[in-house]
């Protein structure tokens, strides 16, 4: 049995961090399969999909270490004008920042639910925001 | 099918890569499944899965990088007295690595074995420890 | 139903993104399952699996991001004669620019088709080319 279903979130901030956990724990939850994998999967390519400790201190050092890693102030090529967007690109570092965090994460499902490790949240991390982001939720189970 | 395991590492210091291809690639054979995926997915938020090549040099290649990119000296935030630990957060740059390297594997199951490359170990990557740690291998198989 | 392929890739630099982007595509449409799951996996420890909005200004910048964090001229361990490659390596940098770049990228299927947001690109990243490369890509649909 394979289900998908489509979540959206407006971010709010260039640089966010949104918890996606409760909306990935309700569609197992919806979806009534006893053993499975469910996988969460960005349709963006300046944002992030990161598992880590859902706290506020950890949230303001991931986005300090991603700004020393992917300055903000850089000669980025992509900084430039582009005919697809309509304009001078700004968003190179959400790019770069992206490819660094990944694009996706997954859970076992046991007894019909997501087993998380206890201090584990997921998150959508923004980094081009506030933009209106979707993200796909599937779940393979039996 | 799908089946699912939990294995045990209990790790031997506090940056410390653990090889768990063998582990895998037993799971994988008792599932006894023709064609499939199989995925190791760990449960904690200062550890990572990575996948590389099995020689101690890299093993200290890949210590000295995470830790120039994430230093050991840096005024996290993080590192403040939290009541849920009870104590002083010392584990940021945990954290911080274990959303550089990522949480999880996945590799092809063939003719009954996973399919990997032939320089590809699977590691359990440490950033905190030492501790015991609990990570899950499951197969969806056919 | 689960089908598993290889295809390979001749890079063409030392440091080189080829886009897999069509090849998924076209794999994903032969297996003829209407919803499912398309995973696409690396055989090799000094190359990376990405997806990125798929501009030449971009790869630039992807190039020289990944050259400032994980830098050519540097003490690497890895750096010595091996007897197992039978000359000096050269690679610890592509090995440990994959351990970044992550080794694979899954895309839900719907209708029969790979879904992908609008500016998502598959790239295969070489980074110890030229040379010839398998990447697995695996359907899991039904």
Not at 13 to 30: I, P, Q, S, Y
Not at 94 to 117: A, E, Q, T, W, Y
């Amino acid at each position: 049995m394979i289900k998908l279903t489509e979540v959206f979130v407006l971010t709010s901030g260039n640089f966010d961090l949104t918890k996606l956990t409760k909306r990935v724990e309700d569609f197992v939850a919806e979806c009534d399969v006893e053993t499975g994998l469910v996988t969460v999967i960005t349709t963006h390519t300046t944002t992030g999909i990161t598992v880590n400790e859902g706290l506020p201190c950890l949230e303001d050092d991931i986005e300090t270490t991603l700004r020393n890693l992917v300055p903000d102030d850089y000669p980025y090529v992509h900084a430039h004008w582009l005919p697809t967007y309509g304009r001078t690109s700004a968003n190179a570092t959400g790019h770069l920042r992206s490819m660094l965090v990944g694009n996706n994460c997954m859970f076992p499902i046991r007894d019909g639910k997501m087993v998380l490790g206890e201090a584990q949240d997921i998150y959508l991390a923004e980094f081009d925001g506030p933009q209106n982001r979707k993200i796909y939720i599937e779940v393979i189970g039996e």
